[in-house]
């Protein structure tokens, strides 16, 4: 059992910067892929990012491309969200995810087994 615990979230404007944390803890030696997903009010949870935990190996959703960041410090079990010039389109609760199925990564929230309990971002304007 892998338990997540995301921070980080709050307000941020429109051409700022904020930084999401999602602290891994439990049987983490078997994670292999961690990730984030989004879900604003009314609509489908949707793929963000994702890193392989073993390669490095990044994948990220055409909307954060340019634009966010993810990277992993294996040493504290984190992975972190780093989002610049975020845009209110981006408010939305941010989910950490992560899996242990195998070295891939996946766009498909299915794919992840573990998730975290969310952390809202909103982006004024």
């Known amino acids: 059992q892998v338990t997540l615990v995301e921070s980080g979230g709050g307000l941020v404007q429109d051409g700022g910067s904020l930084r999401l944390s999602c602290a891994a803890s439990?049987?983490?030696?078997?994670?292999?892929?961690m990730g984030w997903f989004r879900q604003a009010p009314g609509k489908e949870r949707e793929f963000v990012t994702a890193t392989s935990l073993s390669s490095g190996g990044t994948l990220y959703a055409t909307s954060a491309k340019g634009r966010f960041t993810i990277s992993g410090d294996n040493a504290k079990d984190t992975v972190y969200l780093q989002m610049n010039s975020p845009k209110p389109e981006d408010t939305a609760v941010y989910y950490c995810?992560?899996?242990?199925?195998?070295?891939?990564?996946?766009?498909?929230?299915?794919?992840?087994?573990?998730w975290g309990q969310g952390t809202q971002v909103t982006v004024s304007s």
């Open positions: 995810a992560a899996h242990n199925k195998g070295n891939w990564l996946s766009r498909g929230p299915s794919d992840y087994t573990y």
């Open positions: 439990g049987r983490t030696a078997s994670t292999y892929a």
